[in-house]
């Protein structure tokens, strides 16, 4: 069951193969074994891979709780080194983190953070991450969660003579600020960046203004243009899965992220010599 797990996660026997550890082909001919078993169709098999059938997803309801013994056993087996606690996170947090990892974090530590891209809580019920940091208290109860800021955001600029916003393209993923610039019919958009970071440095340069967390801006070479944006203020929150938070490597890091986060006189420092 822990491969046909694996494949329901996936999506595609390629991508259940890097997870596993087994083959394509042995992939392939254990779900259909599984399926011959059962006497089920368990995927619908096509061009994008491998679909859960309604009988699928029911499967993978009534088995889901191997996933998560099956990860602990790994976890607590593991002779390969530093556990390594996947963390996720938005673009601002990440660069205090990284600037700041000596604060958190040690060469000797038995663990090591690894920064995965994914921000879905989804993510961390199927273990495709350890932690999250999130923008709110976690509504599942199946998430543990500790608060440890209140994020505000204001408009920076070069001066106050800049006119116009640099902001993200529109689309799914874009963070508030961005869709919140594009919400207000006086803010002018000058021009677009593929990331939070690229804003930031074409507002250093003076191509318009940009709407930046203040334990960011307030670090910056930039001017603050106004008062706090009230509507953007939200929560911060460090989650875990309730079974894993207390899991060797975890617990430590869930402890060592909630000193940093919430460190006031830190966070406000969080720009200083940024390049």
């Not at 394509?24 to 074994?33: D, N």
């Not at 709780?65 to 593991?78: A, I, K, M, N």
Request: hydrophobic share 45%; charged share 25%; net charge positive.
């Amino acid at each position: 069951m822990a491969l046909f797990l694996a494949v329901a996660d996936a999506g595609s026997l390629a991508g259940a193969a890097r997870h596993s550890g087994a083959s394509v082909p042995t992939l392939s001919r254990r779900m259909a074994a599984l399926e011959t078993l059962l006497g089920r169709r368990l995927f619908d098999r096509g061009a994008r891979g491998y679909a859960l059938t309604a009988e699928g997803h029911a499967l993978a309801r009534e088995v889901g709780g191997l996933r998560e013994v099956t990860q602990r056993l790994g976890r607590l087996t593991s002779d390969q080194g530093p556990l390594s606690v996947r963390i996720t996170a938005g673009d601002w947090t990440c660069r205090f983190l990284a600037r700041h990892l000596d604060r958190w974090w040690s060469p000797d530590a038995p663990w090591v953070p690894a920064f995965v891209p994914s921000t879905a809580e989804l993510d961390i019920a199927r273990r495709a991450a350890d932690i999250g940091i999130r923008n709110r208290r976690p509504a599942q109860d199946w998430l543990a969660g500790r608060r440890t800021a209140t994020i505000r955001y204001a408009i920076y600029a070069l001066s106050k003579d800049v006119e116009g916003f640099v902001t993200l393209p529109e689309g799914d993923g874009v963070p508030p600020s961005a869709r919140w610039v594009r919400s207000e019919p006086d803010k002018r958009i000058v021009t677009t960046a593929t990331s939070p970071r690229l804003a930031l440095d074409l507002a250093r340069a003076g191509v318009g203004r940009v709407v930046l967390p203040t334990f960011i801006g307030d670090a910056e070479p930039l001017q603050r243009l106004g008062p706090e944006i009230d509507a953007l203020a939200h929560e911060e929150w460090l989650v875990a899965h309730h079974a894993a938070r207390n899991d060797p490597g975890i617990r430590p890091a869930l402890d060592a992220l909630a000193a940093v986060l919430s460190d006031r006189r830190l966070r406000a420092s969080a720009g200083e010599g940024a390049p």
